[in-house]
């Protein structure tokens, strides 16, 4: 309801609300052809959808509120990309959901280090949490164009007139090399810390860089 009530593009825009009216919630949606992945909108996306969900949402509780449809502003944020983003994040979100559950059933169990599948689904899953963090942003940050603050200033009129394009492009490309030396320096001491441990666990590493030994805390495939 705070996203309708403050930014309602964005909302309409996660939802690919084109037309003025009740909102359904798309739970799944699929697209029917590449168009789909550029203008995704209600005939050409295979849904499950909730009817008139999206307006409950919208309104803090009536089924029959009228939702604004995208078709009503004269500009609109990338649809698209915040459609899209807005469903990638949410499937995560229920991957971890599903994991937590599976893992909750395991430690019931007294099994939760002995599961190799488990162990290895977690590992799989690492890199998600980043890229739910990720699309979350930009169905924020992406989501609220064309304004900076909603209904007062455009992302346009926000751009300072001392920094030059030189000065902008310099700072994005000093941002990016920081993040990837970061990004090295932590898979650096990632690997660091796990070959300790299975060194002090007695497993060896082979010329080819592979380990050899067991994992005394694997013991099931359950």
Do not use: C
């Not at 996660?14 to 798309?26: C, F, K, N, Q, R």
């Not at 942003?137 to 394009?165: D, F, M």
């Amino acid at each position: 309801r705070h996203v309708e009530d403050t930014q309602p593009q964005k909302f309409a825009a996660m939802e690919a609300h084109y037309e003025t009216g009740s909102a359904d919630l798309h739970l799944l949606a699929f697209p029917k052809s590449l168009d789909a992945l550029t203008d995704p909108r209600a005939e050409n996306l295979f849904t499950l959808s909730l009817p008139r969900v999206g307006s409950f949402l919208a309104s803090g509780g009536d089924f029959n509120a009228e939702v604004i449809g995208l078709n009503e502003y004269e500009e609109n944020p990338p649809v698209a990309l915040v459609f899209w983003s807005f469903r990638f994040m949410v499937g995560l979100g229920f991957l971890f959901i599903a994991l937590a559950l599976w893992g909750g059933y395991l430690t019931y169990r007294g099994r939760l280090t002995e599961s190799t599948r488990y162990l290895k689904a977690m590992i799989a899953a690492s890199p998600f949490g980043y890229a739910a963090l990720l699309t979350g942003w930009y169905v924020t940050e992406i989501g609220r164009q064309p304004w900076v603050i909603q209904g007062e200033l455009k992302t346009s009129e926000a751009v300072s007139s001392t920094l030059t394009g030189t000065e902008a492009t310099l700072t994005l490309v000093a941002f990016v090399i920081l993040y990837i030396a970061l990004i090295l320096t932590a898979l650096y001491v990632l690997k660091w810390l796990i070959r300790g441990e299975l060194r002090s666990l007695g497993v060896q590493e082979s010329s080819a860089g592979r380990w050899r030994g067991p994992l005394p805390w694997v013991t099931s495939d359950d």
